[in-house]
């Protein structure tokens, strides 16, 4: 079993800064791509950023320019600092990781708990 434990949402000014991490545990041999995903109310679950094995990046285009996504593969955990948010930011961010848990290079998608962004105008 794999776990993805996400920190650091909260409450912010439109304008401010916030910092998520999301640290995977359990058998893990190899990650494939770590990322965030995020969901509003009322509306379909979006890429926000990932980074892929190899460091290739992708970014919604909503967000370039003002988020980063970074990966310590040391640790398994994925980052995004997040700057100059808006009020069309506010959701619940989910982090998630591509994971070939026994070396078979089978990767199995694996969700956070998801944390919630809230940036007030």
């Known amino acids: 079993q794999v776990q993805l434990v996400e920190s650091g949402g909260g409450l912010v000014q439109a304008g401010g800064s916030l910092r998520l991490s999301c640290a995977a545990s359990?058998?893990?041999?190899?990650?494939?791509?770590m990322g965030w995903y995020r969901q509003a109310p009322g509306k379909q679950r979006e890429l926000v950023a990932a980074?892929?094995?190899?460091?290739?990046?992708n970014y919604a285009d909503s967000v370039k320019g003002r988020f980063t996504v970074s990966r310590d593969n040391a640790k398994n955990t994925v980052y995004l600092q997040m700057n100059s948010l808006k009020p069309e930011d506010t959701a619940v961010y989910y982090c998630n990781a591509e994971v070939d848990y026994n070396g078979s290079r089978r990767f199995y998608n694996y969700w956070g708990q998801g944390t919630q962004v809230t940036v007030s105008s």
């Open positions: 980074i892929v094995s190899g460091a290739k990046l």
């Open positions: 359990g058998s893990i041999f190899r990650i494939n791509a």
